[in-house]
């Protein structure tokens, strides 16, 4: 057999325990140990976003990423997002209503990028979405959809944000 | 119509598992025991197999085997086909070159497999397969199609002297020629239709289950049409005959085309499958992908089209080269020719029309259907020679297309198709309104104020969808009936499940079709189950390609549904002791028209099995199956403008606006038309702009990634406007007429023609790169 290492992984809140061979990256890790197969394999060489995950609340790729170096870091992938009692979260609905997404293979993807992209302070203008979400591809060509979405679900945050503000101030 | 019928905006069933991650895609399915493959491929364009050493391999750690072509062979697994049968114009059949699952002797393209490593982990197969060592003796290779035609060129089949597949005709080539040398005018141009690639996001893959148990196969695989692949497989490639053999395609992450093939990877693990006695999965990796994946697209054509005096189209002389490369996919032949040729008359009234065309077997991977398969290269060509044609008469684009539209119908084209129904100045009109055609001149001062260089351009296009009439496809040479098959089946609460030989991979039919069920019984959304994409589950079905799944997909379920409502009407009418030509159904009730008596629906299909109490001699149950064979192809149309700006000094070109005017027939959900008119553009537009596949002359492709294979992007996209000036479609129930490929087919001539609009030069080619344009630019001035 070949050598394998010990690792444990915060992965949406909950801590998993693996064995896998050093080379093994976090997307692997996901998908071929943990059945965690909703973060997507488009081209593995970090050049279509749909693998997509979040660590300590940024976006990286997890093909290019190796699973031993998250160890002791917060993961999030796409089946930690919604709420735990199933509500989506508000950038999984804005994909509903908008029509975001046709055959879904790379949604997951968009969809961590696009909370990132939000919470990054990224998604103020059309043009913004559009660049700041240039890394995921789509070819069902739903990109129109997908700008569409994240400019909702950007200004649900933002007045969010600014009813709480307000409540605050009251 | 309901709220949920035929026509509303439903948002779409299937997305909450799609958002969630919680889709089954191929690469997604585990089982007990499952092992995983990677497989070895030629390096070389074209080279003899001089010996396969695996024995090393064999011993590395975690390898369950390694299995080359020649134990292939010796288990009789048969050659690749292509399923429909051309005829050169001397009568000989297409040459058909032998292609091997495992190639055995010879590669003929780089990525051509020849083995196949099992290992407990992906890695550990990719280990492996390093270890495999294979003399190869490298042959000459040919990958231009121009080049392969050449006397002295690499030949790459014994069966086919010279590269030639076959060299086919359509139409009268003398009438041609007479009316192009009795012309008042004639426009010559040659073009070229770029080679693409596919690229859904999914890659292929397929997981090979084989059960001693039972001697019964089980292929998950990333397919538009599981049944075709089952009976490819079992009737050509002796994988194992139909009943011991099921097919599952789950989620399938787009397919364009690129997955209504069988590909050597399913074959190869099932059979994989059985040697090792442990599920083998496979998936492709992107450069793997890049590779393998059927190609679209790569035609080169000289055109003539002939004018009389007032402008009215009185010829069109087409001769096209279509490489096909190294081997003959399933349907790669009908694409160059029946789905091409048959369009060449465009939405215009042309009496004479010929086309050529040879087809040539180069060192590159096959190439097959892609998003429009033969329409977008029929319609680049008209509309590409058509503006050309206005510029050199010095006449407006859009009057001498409106001078030449078809008008009346039934219209028969000298190509064979029939045009059954259309409006296309309504559709040109509404283009023209929506772009703001007239103050074009005043935005293009605006923008050479600023240094900036701007076009408009438009394209007129139709299409032929809804394959096919079985008999008209059969006569043309196609190996399979073209109908579709639907089973409706009430649970005795009530509920439905639809069983439909139609594939979802991305175009919501769990909503649409279900929304035609919830309209006409008048029952929610939510007790409607769409079945697709399983051999075990559903009866026989042809699959989804060519927007094909509403007009003959639909139209099944429609037939099954007329049969189904009729027995529940006679069981309604038993109940409430009325004559049953009074029973309508409405709200989800039965109900004796005029009156107050209804039964529910759950309790007719209660009543239905129970059997206690049904009519005198009625089998019991609810559940109905009809097979729908179209009567003609149906004809979307549109027109397409798009206006640019372009910098003279970086040769960046700038999409302003971009208008689409479609006529699809009927629409059941317009959010889910929108979607495929926008995911069409989006791949026109790359098309036209920014993808191109190249090998260069040893055959060694150099655009195997994403970094050099430039895929629209979000930012490389602007906003469409939309529009639709719908004409029902006569030739089945539903009037529809099908929306999935025109974007692709339109956009591309419409965006070429506004470039070189906005450069003054007409030689241009696809896709225009900031280079490409950049240089038009100095080459015209």
């Known amino acids: 057999m070949t050598r394998t290492i010990h690792l444990s992984l915060d992965i949406n809140g909950k801590q998993h325990e693996l064995d896998v061979e050093p080379r093994v990256t976090l997307l692997d890790a996901l998908r071929e140990s943990l059945a965690l197969t909703g973060t997507k394999k488009g081209c593995d060489q970090g050049q279509c976003g749909a693998c997509t995950c979040h660590v300590d609340g940024k976006r990286v790729l997890s093909c290019l990423t190796l699973a031993a170096q998250v160890e002791g870091r917060q993961i999030t992938t796409i089946e930690g997002i919604a709420a735990e009692g199933g509500d989506l979260h508000p950038v999984q609905a804005a994909f509903i209503e908008n029509d975001a997404f046709q055959c879904g293979y790379c949604t997951p993807g968009q969809i961590m990028s696009a909370v990132a992209c939000i919470r990054e302070g990224h998604a103020g203008s059309e043009e913004e979405i559009r660049e700041y979400m240039s890394g995921n591809l789509c070819r069902c060509g739903a990109y129109n959809s997908i700008v569409a979405a994240v400019r909702e679900a950007a200004e649900m945050a933002a007045t969010g944000v600014a009813a709480k503000d307000k409540a605050e101030v009251a | ?781």
Request: proline letters at 5%; aromatic letters at 8%.
């Open chain 2, 1 to 781: 119509m309901g709220v949920e019928g035929i026509g509303a905006r439903v948002t779409r069933k299937e997305d909450k598992r799609f958002l969630t991650g919680k889709g089954r895609y191929t690469d997604d399915m585990t089982v007990p025991g499952m092992k995983y493959a990677y497989f070895i491929r030629s390096p070389h364009a074209h080279a003899k197999i001089v010996n396969i050493d695996v024995s090393a391999a064999k011993s590395m750690p975690g390898v369950i085997d390694v299995l080359d072509g020649k134990e292939l062979q010796a288990d009789g697994i048969g050659n690749l086909i292509c399923g429909w049968m051309i005829h050169s114009k001397d009568g000989s059949p297409m040459k058909m070159g032998a292609w091997r699952p495992l190639a055995i002797d010879t590669v003929r393209y780089v990525g051509d497999a020849v083995a196949i490593v099992v290992a407990d982990t992906s890695g550990e197969a990719r280990d492996a397969a390093e270890a495999v060592v294979i003399d190869y003796d490298v042959l000459p290779a040919v990958a231009d199609v121009t080049a392969a035609m050449r006397a002295g060129a690499p030949q790459l089949h014994p069966e086919a002297p010279g590269n030639l597949i076959f060299d086919w005709q359509i139409g009268d080539p003398d009438a041609a020629d007479r009316a192009i040398a009795s012309a008042a005018h004639v426009t010559e141009i040659d073009i070229v239709n770029n080679r693409l690639s596919p690229n859904p996001m999914e890659p292929r893959a397929t997981l090979g289950i084989y059960d001693s148990a039972e001697d019964h196969y089980t292929c998950y695989t990333t397919s538009q049409n599981p049944h075709v692949a089952r009976l490819v497989m079992s009737a050509f490639y002796n994988v194992a005959p139909e009943n011991k053999l099921r097919v599952i395609a789950p989620d399938v992450g787009g397919g364009f085309g690129s997955k209504i093939y069988i590909y050597p990877e399913e074959i190869v693990c099932l059979w994989a499958s059985k040697k090792t006695n442990v599920p083998v999965k496979w998936t492709s990796d992107r450069t793997e992908a890049f590779l393998t994946d059927a190609h679209g697209r790569d035609h080169i054509s000289k055109v003539r089209m002939a004018f009389d005096a007032d402008h009215r189209i009185t010829a069109l002389k087409v001769d096209t080269i279509a490489n096909l490369g190294a081997y003959m996919s399933l349907f790669s032949s009908a694409v160059p020719t029946y789905l091409y040729a048959t369009l060449l008359s465009g939405q215009y009234a042309i009496p004479t029309i010929h086309a050529n065309v040879r087809t040539v077997y180069t060192n590159t991977v096959p190439v097959d259907a892609y998003r429009g398969a033969g329409r977008p290269e029929a319609t680049y060509l008209l509309e590409r020679t058509i503006e050309t044609a206005a510029r050199e008469l010095g006449l407006s684009p859009a009057e001498l297309r409106r001078k030449n539209f078809i008008r009346s119908f039934p219209y028969q084209t000298p190509v064979i198709m029939n045009y059954d129904a259309g409006n296309y100045e309504a559709s040109l009109d509404a283009a023209m309104q929506a772009a703001d055609w007239n103050g074009f001149s005043a935005r293009r001062a605006n923008s050479e104020a600023r240094g900036k260089k701007r076009g408009i351009g438009m394209s007129c296009y139709i299409e032929a969808c809804g394959i096919a009439p079985s008999a008209a496809v059969g006569s043309l040479g196609a190996g399979v009936g073209l109908w579709e098959s639907a089973e409706v089946r009430v649970n005795a609460v009530g509920t439905i499940e639809v069983l439909t030989g139609s594939h979802s991979h991305g175009q919501g039919h769990e909503t649409t079709f279900a929304q035609l069920v919830a309209g006409r019984l008048g029952v929610p959304i939510e007790s409607i189950n769409i079945v697709h994409g399983d051999t075990d589950k559903v009866q026989m079905g042809m699959g989804t390609y060519g927007s094909r799944s509403g007009a003959v997909g639909m139209s099944a379920i429609v037939k099954a549904l007329d049969k189904v409502e009729a027995k529940a009407k006679k069981i309604a009418a038993h109940l409430m002791e009325a004559s049953e030509e009074d029973i309508v159904i409405e709200n989800g009730e039965l109900k004796v028209a005029g009156t107050d008596k209804a039964v529910p629906w759950f309790q007719v299909a209660l009543a239905s099995y129970t059997a206690h109490n049904l009519p005198s001699g009625m089998e019991p149950g609810l559940k109905e199956t009809a097979f729908y064979d179209p009567s003609n192809f149906t004809f979307p149309a549109g027109c397409y403008i798009a206006e640019v700006e372009v910098d003279p000094e970086t040769g960046e070109t700038d999409i302003i606006q971009f208008v689409a005017a479609d006529d699809f027939g009927n629409i059941i959900n317009p959010l889910i038309v929108e979607g495929q008119v926008h995911g069409g553009l989006a791949q026109g537009i790359g098309q036209a702009l920014l993808e191109a596949v190249h090998y260069d002359e040893n055959g060694q492709l150099l655009t195997a990634s994403f970094m050099d294979y430039a895929m629209p992007r979000a930012d490389d996209l602007p906003s469409f406007k939309l529009s639709h000036q719908n004409t029902p479609c006569p030739s089945n129930p539903l009037g529809i007429k099908g929306c999935g490929e025109a974007g692709a087919i339109g956009s591309p001539p419409a965006l070429i023609n506004a470039i070189t609009d906005a450069i003054g030069n007409n030689r241009l080619t696809m896709p225009a790169t900031s280079m490409k344009v950049w240089q038009a630019i100095h080459a015209a001035h």
